[in-house]
């Protein structure tokens, strides 16, 4: 096991994103890249913890706008498209062994102002290793796409497709391979409520499917809404239902999240997850998520 992944990374991690925020030299009312540096645990009711931490970029195609949006909207609400990286270290803890892990994203979202079709495409590879006596690996390997419609300045709604296909190898044990799929509909919408005063509403309604074990469908609804008080600070709120014949999957996941930009160009973010498994002797979980990201 890599010791102290997390720690070191996340030292680095901090380090860099205040050197962006120190060199950043953008105009106030715009900027073209996001450096994000992120911090996450997760614990499970049945002992398994996971500690994460990583960077993500963010590089559009063109300058974003700010003025007069909330800052965290800007970029959706402007229609201007970008290219995105990210990389994340794992630390596992389970109640008999331990491990740790890598996972990488990439992806782009086409979109152009006055345009109003916009598509993201996503790449994501998850590496895990588990330490003797387990001696356990897993890999997955996932990309999706989304086709969205701006049917106003301010409302989008489309399809969206993922897919993945997940391996787990052991020394003594037969590998086994499974796959799953996602697919529904999505909608967004950003708007001012009064002067001053913003509010971003989204939701979405799809299906999961998985043969990790025998052929498990889900359906899924999830609702979040953010409230903002001004340009810089938001808040906000979110619910998930899974239900089917995925057990594990099955159940409510309650969010809440903050974000507040202290200047334009450099903000903190917090996020708290709650799942609560609908079925007896399975696990549910909590996490938070901790970040800071600067703007140039």
Known sequence: MRKSN?????YFFIALVLFFTTAANAAEDQYQSEISALYSHLEASDDFKMDMAGISGEFFFSPVNTKDHPYAEAAFL???GSVFVASFLSDLKGTSTTGDGI???????LAQPGFPLAVQLVYMNSDYDYDPPSSTSFEANSYGIRFGNYFTDKFMAGVEYFSSKSEMSNPVLPSMTWKSKDYGLFARYAGELSEGKHISLEGSLGQSKSDATESEKNTNIALAADYFFNRALSAGIGIERSSGDAQTEEGMTYKANARYFITSQFSLQAAYDRF???NAGVA?????????????
């Open 6 to 10: 997390v720690s070191y990374s996340l």
């Open 78 to 80: 402007e229609r201007v």
């Open 103 to 109: 996972t990488y994203d990439i992806g782009v979202n």
């Open 276 to 278: 609560l498994n609908s």
């Open 284 to 296: 549910s979980d909590w996490s938070y998520t901790l970040g800071a990201s600067a703007r140039f």
